[in-house]
Nanobody, 122 residues
Framework: QVQLVESGGGLVQPGGSLRLSCAASGFTFNMYWMYWVRRAPGKGLEWVSVINIGGGITMYADSVKGRFTISRDNAKNTLYLQMNSLQSEDTAVYYC???????????????WGQGTQVTVSS
């Protein structure tokens, strides 16, 4: 079955960096657009970033543009999110998610992981 397992979260000071990973299994990883989304305390789900099947197309929410970098290693079935210049507003549970359809981008997810907590605080 499809599994997405995030890791790499933690407590970091403002201005610091973290690299999140998402290990995927149970589906053909290189056929799906992949997403990072987050949920801050008391808020709804926020789209953070998306990457196409080959990794050559990436898009970001305005709130993270220039600070976060999404990437993927299709040989390792792993999705990444490099987060730099972290701010308190980035505190959230971060989830990786899989598009519901192969090849195309629908912005509709059918699976996501259990999430990894990122806390930015001094």
């Amino acid at each position: 079955q499809v599994q997405l397992v995030e890791s790499g979260g933690g407590l970091v000071q403002p201005g610091g960096s973290l690299r999140l990973s998402c290990a995927a299994s149970g589906f053909t990883f290189n056929m799906y657009w992949m997403y990072w989304v987050r949920r801050a305390p008391g808020k709804g789900l926020e789209w953070v970033s998306v990457i196409n099947i080959g990794g050559g197309i990436t898009m970001y929410a305005d709130s993270v543009k220039g600070r976060f970098t999404i990437s993927r290693d299709n040989a390792k079935n792993t999705l990444y999110l490099q987060m730099n210049s972290l701010q308190s507003e980035d505190t959230a549970v971060y989830y990786c998610a899989k598009d519901k359809r192969p090849i195309v981008r629908t912005d509709d997810y059918d699976y996501w992981g259990q999430g990894t907590q990122v806390t930015v605080s001094s």
